[in-house]
DNA sequence: CCTTGACCTGGAGCCTGCTCCAGGTGCGAT
DNA sequence: ATCGCACCTGGAGCAGGCTCCAGGTCAAGG
């Protein structure tokens, strides 16, 4: 069996070392393990569950609905239809984010092209 | 000349009325014109102007660098080339934005299909 | 007139999501 | 042994971006 020393964790998922302590006191992380000098031990479940993490935060997943999954993760095989409910609205969401980015960035480069022809008003 | 309430501003830019006052106290609008009562009385201009200030915060850009841009808009017609390139550098930015999400977006996707296959072995 | 609802000001408060201390311990290398 | 660095805990602090409040004013309809 693999461990992960928190330095490690830290490299491998782009959490800082605070956040990782931040993110297991308000329970995104579940009991993670220690070795006897009470250093955290994280295992390759521990890491995957933390990419996740990293996933849903860097797609805009409030850290409340991290835990409402993490709850639901919780409750067993019985609480997938919740979990694939809510990870299909996540989804949804993202491609909300982006139509509404290109709607925008449509706005932005209209005004980009008025100023360039500011600046070069031949041609 | 066209001029518009607070609360038409409200209404056509999807900003809160306090939010309206939060940007100019910050100066991201400049010296918003009174009635003789004392009450904001926007102009077209205005409008426009905080219409753009959606589009940026909507996309994403912070606070910070649209003050730098509102200097910039103060500096008069020499400022044109920072300001292209300002918005340049943000348009990038949604671009970066929306491959980042597009790849959680995958993650998710992969994850949600994982779940399908739980919920329904077969087919 | 009077009421009522939109608006005014200054300043405090709030929510999210970390980030930073201070003071102490474990442990691999020299 | 002991140095030094990674790590520990509990709790405070911070940055960004609003949002709310109290106490007052303006103005249009009845």
């Given at each position: 069996m693999t461990f992960y020393s928190p330095g490690q964790v830290v490299d491998k998922t782009g959490f800082s070392l605070d956040t990782l302590r931040y993110y297991e006191r308000i329970g995104l992380l579940q009991e993670i393990g220690r070795t006897a000098g009470g250093r955290r031990r994280f295992t390759e479940t521990d890491l995957l569950w933390l990419l996740l993490l990293r996933c849903l935060r860097d797609s805009g997943m409030p850290i409340a609905q991290m835990l409402r999954f993490v709850e639901l993760t919780r409750?067993?095989?019985?609480t997938i239809p919740d979990r694939l409910t809510l990870l299909e609205e996540h989804d949804q969401q993202i491609d909300k984010q982006i139509a509404r980015l290109r709607a925008n960035q449509q706005q932005i480069q209209t005004k980009i092209r008025h100023y360039r022809s500011k600046l070069q008003p031949d041609r």
């Open positions: 409750g067993g095989d019985d």
